[in-house]
């Protein structure tokens, strides 16, 4: 069994197309460059809002919340926007003690990342 | 409270501690200590899964809340990430607890040079240096020994009154 799931889909709100990426599992220093491999492959189709769910993730380490910042400001420079979506207990104590959570907005759920 | 700690009982301090983990041993007058007093050693290579789902087991049986669990799984996960990332050789963890704390150990045979590592917050815009800097920020107290040959470090979680 993987560790760590992701997985890809298209989606629209009110006619305005987003990046659904539903992240599962647990995110370590063992997966993080298939981690960043699968967001930079999304963050290369110059989304406008790409969402991470993150309901399905158990933890999350240091190395990969460096993937998500990463992504953050790829997002940033080319006029995107980057989405959390529900994250469990573990992965909300690593986004606010890192004040991340500052600076990626985190959503209860995906309809409301959607509506922005 | 985590840098109290470490001012208080820091690292002179922890070069002597950190000689050998306090094997529980029962005097006469004594009742035997439950077995969990006694360090288990789990070797690691990359199954940081593992660890933590073992580090969360004790952290529950030692009476951790399941915040400060939360707390000590990450922080030992971040320094066993290290031992991935920088030692090229397995890692060891050793975990005891008695009434008053739980205590993880990690030894690898890699080298920290930096005297103030995880000491200050990175920015965000960091490339790294988060991880020990947030096992000082959840632990209540860290212990750190590092040379030529390797290092230690010794997590402290205080549990509560019971």
């Known amino acids: 069994m993987d560790l760590l799931t992701v997985s890809v889909t298209a989606r629209e709100s009110a006619g305005e197309p987003y990046t659904l990426v539903e992240i599962a599992g647990e995110a370590d220093v063992t997966n993080t460059d298939e981690l960043r491999r699968l967001l930079d492959e999304e963050v290369a189709q110059q989304p406008r809002s790409l969402i991470v769910d993150m309901s399905g993730l158990r933890f999350m380490d240091s190395s990969a919340l460096h993937a998500l910042l990463r992504v953050n400001r790829s997002l940033d420079r080319q006029g995107g926007v980057l989405a959390l979506v529900s994250p469990q207990a573990a992965v909300a104590k690593i986004l606010r003690l890192t004040t991340a959570d500052r600076l990626i907005p985190v959503f209860d759920s995906v309809a409301e990342a959607a509506a922005g | 409270m985590a840098s109290e700690g470490r001012t208080a009982r820091g690292a002179p301090a922890a070069h002597e501690a950190l000689a050998r983990p306090p094997i529980a041993r029962p005097s006469d007058d004594e009742p035997s200590p439950p077995a969990a007093r006694e360090p288990t050693s789990y070797p690691y290579t990359t199954d940081l899964a593992s660890i933590r789902a073992i580090v969360q087991r004790y952290a529950i049986k030692a009476g951790l ?68 800097w947030i096992v000082n920020e959840v632990c209540d107290q860290v212990e750190l020994r590092s040379d030529e040959t390797g290092t230690t470090i010794r997590l402290h979680m205080n549990l509560p009154p019971s």
């Open chain 2, 65 to 132: 809340s399941e915040a400060r669990a939360i707390d000590l799984v990450l922080a030992v996960s971040e320094v066993a990430a290290n031992t991935v990332r920088h030692a090229k050789s397995p890692g060891n963890l050793q975990i005891w607890y008695d009434a008053h704390e739980i205590v993880c150990q990690l030894h690898d045979e890699g080298t920290i040079t930096d005297p103030l590592a995880g000491q200050r917050q990175p920015s965000l815009e960091a490339r790294g240096g988060h991880g020990l």
